[in-house]
């Protein structure tokens, strides 16, 4: 037996339940893995609010890092003792868990459980959105909503480091100065200021190469005008709820751009895809362009207590549960 989070039907934060549930052995491919830290984020609001529907009875959460303590049948990439993280198999918020050994990767000495568990979705999501989604280069200019953010940290470190103009923004002054630190040359206040006249300014017109938006509805369709001629728009989450309607007419009006809506799952979606995303962030990591710091902890049993902050924008940088 193992305590796990329990959603048994969507709904607030008291949707979670603390419980006690089988684990069982691990399978063909598998692994018993015992977490000692658990990333949360903004995705699974969604899963527990029923936004992006799942299965009931479900256990949430799809980050984590922790130790193999059995292997199953066939494993070849980890071994007992080892310390793991991972970022996209669902059910993370618990003790112990069964996990496909794929999914996992090795964490070197020099990275501590939490930051396993805080980097891997986060820093992933940071890795194909830079790379490979619209794969920035020195000399670009790049808008990032929600700069302060778990995924917004990374974004605005990794992109400097690439030699990015980075303009980010944010909901308060505390997160202005987050982000300031964090490598954005420009912050915008966007809960106060019309973000899209204040990028014009900034860019002297010429706007943005690219707009990462994980914002969605009350950004846009103003993130589009942002965005110069055959720029390239991705929108990547809905923290304010999701974009809908999208006249796909709005691209040729503003200067026939580009739009994407990514998720990570299938840009990591086989072995191979996720062991070159990890490796480039790893590197990024490894080489100081990217420091992640877990702002906040909360107990595993306080989840509900950590879903209200993340959802009342009270939050920076990323959070983790521990079992
Ligand atoms: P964050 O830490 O960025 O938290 C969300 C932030 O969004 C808040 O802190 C807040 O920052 C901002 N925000 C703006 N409007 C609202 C609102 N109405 N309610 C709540 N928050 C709001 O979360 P994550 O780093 O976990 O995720 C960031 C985004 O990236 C999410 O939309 C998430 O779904 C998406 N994502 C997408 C992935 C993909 O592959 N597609 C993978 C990973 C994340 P502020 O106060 O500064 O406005």
Known sequence: MTKAIVVKAP???????????????????????????????????????????????????????GDVVAVGEGVTNVAVGDRVAYGTSRGSYCAERLIEAAQLVKLPPSISYETGAAMMLKGLTAQYLLRQTFPVKAGDTILVHAAAGGVGLILCQWARALGCTV??????????KLASEAGAHHVILY??????????????????????????????????????????????GNASGPVEAFNLGLLSQKGSLFATRPTLFTYASTPERLRAMAD?????????????????????????QCHRDLESRKTTGASVLVP
């Open 11 to 65: 709904g607030g934060p008291e949707a979670m339940s603390y419980e006690d549930v089988e684990v069982g052995k691990p399978g063909k491919g598998q692994v018993l893995l015992r977490h000692k830290a658990i990333g949360v984020n903004f995705i699974d609001v969604y899963h527990r609010s029923g936004l992006y529907p799942l299965p009931t009875p479900f256990t949430p959460g799809s980050e984590g890092a």
């Open 167 to 176: 303009i980010g923004t944010v909901g308060s002054n505390d997160k202005a």
């Open 191 to 236: 809960r106060e200021e019309n973000f899209a006249a204040r990028v014009k300014e900034i860019t002297g017109g010429k706007l943005c190469d690219v707009v990462y938006d994980g914002v969605g509805k009350d950004t846009f369709p103003a993130s589009l005008d942002c965005i110069r001629p055959l720029g390239m728009f991705v929108s990547f």
């Open 280 to 304: 480039d962030l790893m590197q990024a990591i490894a080489s100081g362009a990217v420091k992640i710091d877990v702002h906040a902890r909360y107990k595993l049993a306080d989840v509900a």
